[in-house]
Nanobody
């Protein structure tokens, strides 16, 4: 089992920045691919970004490409999402997710491919 806890959400003005963190605990000795998803008010869950076990390969949704950066520190068992140039439409609850991965350079885009989820952290961007 792996437990995930997000932090770093909050209220920010449009154009501002936030950095989300996701701390992993439990059976983290194995390799895990990880990702960020979000769910805005009245919307379905949306993929945001994914990163391979090694951290060397990343993938972003078109809506955040160039503004968000996903990264990880495996020594600290922590995943990050640096969010810059935030827009009101980025307002959502952000969730981190993890799944075991045999391959160091593989990432996953679908929520159905992830086994473990955090409780979410609220990000609100005011106009």
């Amino acid at each position: 089992q792996v437990q995930l806890v997000e932090s770093g959400g909050g209220l920010v003005q449009a154009g501002g920045s936030l950095r989300l963190s996701c701390a992993a605990s439990g059976r983290t000795s194995s390799g895990y691919a990880m990702g960020w998803f979000r769910q805005g008010p009245g919307t379905e869950g949306e993929f945001v970004a994914a990163i391979s076990w090694s951290g060397g390969v990343t993938y972003y949704a078109e809506s955040v490409k160039g503004r968000f950066t996903i990264s990880r520190d495996n020594a600290k068992n922590t995943l990050y999402l640096q969010m810059n140039s935030l827009k009101p439409e980025d307002t959502a609850v952000y969730y981190c997710a993890a799944r075991p991965s045999t391959y160091r350079s593989t990432y996953y885009l679908s929520e159905y491919e992830y086994d473990y989820w955090g409780q979410g952290t609220q990000v609100t961007v005011s106009s």
